[in-house]
Structures are given as C-alpha cells and as structure tokens.
T-cell receptor
Framework: DTEVTQTPKHLVMGMTNKKSLKCEQHMGHRAMYWYKQKAKKPPELMFVYSYEKLSINESVPSRFSPECPNSSLLNLHLHALQPEDSALYLC?????????????FGEGSRLTVL | AQKVTQAQTEISVVEKEDVTLDCVYE???????LFWYKQPPSGELVFLIR??????QNEISGRYSWNFQKSTSSFNFTITASQVVDSAVYFC???????????FGQGTTLQVKP
C-alpha cells in the first residue's frame, strides 16, 4: 500500500466547476509535489512545495491553484478547466534537498473534464 | 540540456524470460542521480532504485539488476525470470543537479505473457 494517499481516485467535472484534489502523507516528508500525466506519457512536474512553501511552479496555468495547509497535506484547486486538462494527477513526497529524487507517489487522481 | 532516452517503447516477453530495459541519459552535471520507477496499471509510481554518478557498481535486488556505465551514459535495468506481475510501464529518470527535479524518459511498457 502506498503511503501517499490521494482523493478522490476519479473525478469528472464540467468546465465551469470548482473542485479540489487532496493528498496526504505521514512519513514526515517536507517536500511535496504535483505531477500531471497524460496517457502513455511520462509525468510532468507542476508544483513543488518545500517546507510548506511553493518552491517550483512550472508555468502552470492559473486555473490550477496549489495549496499546502501543513506539512502533511497538499491540495490542488481546480477551476475553469479545459478538456485537455484531463489526465492522471499524481502527488508525491520526499525529503527535501537536491538530487534525492526518491519520491513516494500516490496512486493518482484521474480527472476527466467534460 | 538534460535528457533521458528510453528507446524501447514496448517489449513483450513470455514468463521466465530475462528482459533488459535500456536507458541512455545526457547531462553536463558532474553530480547527478539516476532512477528507475515502475508504474503498474494501478497508477502509482513505485521507486525501484537510485544511483549517484560516483557509484558505478552494479546492483542486484532479487530478480532485478542494474548496470550503470558512465562511459556510455547508460543505466540499464534487467529483470531475470520475468513474471506476469512485472507487467508495467518502467520509467528511467535523471535528477537535475541544480533543482533536484526529475527528468523522465518516455517509458517502456513491458508485457509479460503467461
């Protein structure tokens, strides 16, 4: 079983909806990540939080809004999405620091935008 | 620029066969990390191994083994006596020395048939 828990596992939303993806870890990791993965493609980094502060934003459109309320939780708020935003959204955590890269991933939230 | 190439898009083998997944990388960093991740149909990415650029020792873990050769910028992954449960997408990744970001290859889909 993964130690990174993501909810919901599946989400269908219209382009005018507002929804949120949630991620939780209790491994004491202080770096958390959002990745987006399209079918048959590798994951693409969206955001990185280090010690609850946003450290990397990969020029993600503002319709995606991350939030890190505490060291265990990471949210991704979704608003006015487009059908091309349909994808698997993966959350990950790790010990912060350059080059460690031993990310622990959740099972992902599969998003469909109608 | 950093880059990871997994030339094999799909591989199909029969159970108990050995299979090698190729990974070639490009980087100008002198210190870097290489990784392999497994993504089963459930969706989560499972960490398999991390190797730093100063450690060229090959590693064996059960049926899995890794061959790291800096001279050819390769980090190949071999599964011995493959099993149906090994069926998954396998990603090779390189950690950017400055940011710690993971740069993924395109992935190799391995199908192990009974």
């Amino acid at each position: 079983d993964t130690e990174v828990t993501q909810t919901p596992k599946h989400l269908v939303m219209g382009m005018t909806n507002k929804k949120s993806l949630k991620c939780e870890q209790h491994m004491g990791h202080r770096a958390m990540y959002w990745y987006k993965q399209k079918a048959k493609k590798p994951p693409e980094l969206m955001f990185v939080y280090s010690y609850e502060k946003l450290s990397i934003n990969e020029s993600v459109p503002s319709r995606f809004s991350p939030e890190c309320p505490n060291s265990s939780l990471l949210n991704l708020h979704l608003h006015a999405l487009q059908p091309e935003d349909s994808a698997l959204y993966l959350c990950a955590s790790s010990r912060p620091g350059t080059g460690l890269g031993e990310l622990f991933f959740g099972e992902g939230s599969r998003l469909t935008v109608l | 620029a950093q880059k990871v190439t997994q030339a094999q898009t799909e591989i199909s083998v029969v159970e108990k066969e050995d299979v090698t997944l190729d990974c070639v990388y490009e980087t100008r960093d002198t210190t870097y990390y290489l990784f392999w991740y497994k993504q089963p149909p459930s969706g989560e990415l499972v960490f398999l191994i991390r190797r730093n650029s100063f450690d060229e020792q090959n590693e064996i873990s059960g049926r899995y083994s890794w061959n790291f050769q800096k001279s050819t910028s390769s980090f190949n992954f071999t599964i011995t006596a493959s099993q149906v449960v090994d069926s998954a997408v396998y990603f090779c990744a390189l950690s950017d020395g400055n940011t710690g970001k993971l740069i993924f290859g395109q992935g190799t889909t391995l199908q192990v048939k009974p």
